[in-house]
């Protein structure tokens, strides 16, 4: 029976001079510089063979989202006889590491993805991903990896191409959407690299070990595609596993990209998983969240994290921001500089989709906590507020306040004013009253 894997039947040749493996339908790969002999790829690695990597693609379309269809590069048929449509966009997730496409986390994504009317194509190549202890090898396989997915784009072309009137023309490039986690994320710009004209390719948490500060050529860049976006969160030294240099178009640090919300310390981490996995999983999660909440996630451009944490880049500038993840598109790119955000604890770490809609009125209760010294009549003060949901108005405000010591001369307080600035867009919402009140005593503003 034949193996429903990737299979190469023609023969590879080895050069005679340096290390080198050529596929008549992948092309040429090689072991010299810049892929090893520096001092970030110390180690050299050939990629294993095609059939030993055994990648797989399987697709999920809106006819199939939760039970795949296994397609393969060598045969027309079994595309042709799938629901995969040319009239669709295609998105195509590649794992990194020691993973799989099969019953995983790219499955789950592609079937959220499937609800936009897409082709989603999961790569399986868990036979060369291998592991921590072969991870030069694993990261020189995903070379091949990508070039069994631009292998498998151009036989789309050509299938397109044999049904053109049917099917309404040549697929388009633009069509295309690539999606990898860690080590994925540099097989797709290797998909890039050889196949010409990707609209768009994410990197989840790009690998950092063999990638840091190598040249474009061995890694996730912005000449791969039209539009490059990566998530950085696993950056922080000296165990952050994601890199930490930009290398897209968009380059999104949530959290400054090295400590997630809800994930442990790593200096007080307690076994390997945690270690290793928690921050660099978070791109994942992060970036399935943003399909189902499509206005969950507003990045803000800014010099550094520190300008970010302390407000001096908000509200967005005048073309606004752009928002992470699945439906942020190359609007809003702004030069040199990086976006950060700030998200919340994982809410999509619930066995059931929690429900997420912009909040159209808000009332919002401001408290005080004093301590001697720390307000004085007429002065301004603000602080950032961060919630988990997009505000549209502010209608309703109450203030109180409370003393950290005893009032022991019943001192009274008030807000005169308070006024809300919306990040998405700096409108501003205002609200006032006469008067103060007793401690612990509500105060109620109306618009001014």
Known sequence: MRDTAFEETLHPFLSLAGGEVCYETLGCFTDDKPYSGTPQRPKAALPWTPKKIGARFLLFTPENPTKHQVIRADSIASIESSNFKTTRKTCIIIHGMADKAEDSWVSK???VITMDDVNCIGVDWRRGSGNIAIYVQAANNARLVGAVVAHFLKIIQVRSHMMQAAAGGLYSCSSIHLIGHSLGAHAAGETGKRYSGIWKITGLDPAHPYFEDTPAEVR????DAFFVEVMHTDTGSPLGVGIKNP???RDIYPNGGKQMPGCPNKISAITLVDILACNHLRAIHYYTASIRHPGGFLAYPCDSYKAFKEGSCFPCPAPGCPLMGYFSNSSNVYACLNYYLTPSPPLWFSPEPVPFSPV???????VLVCSRGDFFPGNIYSSFLDVDFEVISVTRVTFSWS????????????????????GRDGNISSFCTDGT????????????
């Open 437 to 448: 009140v007793p401690e612990h005593v509500i105060q109620t503003l109306l618009p001014c």
């Open 220 to 223: 996730l860049d912005t000449s």
């Open 403 to 422: 003393l950290s010591h005893f009032n022991l001369f019943q001192h009274t307080l008030g807000a005169a004013r308070i006024d809300f600035q919306r």
């Open 247 to 249: 290398n897209g178009h």
């Open 109 to 111: 994504m592609c079937n």
């Open 360 to 366: 159209s009125s808000l009332w919002v209760h401001v």
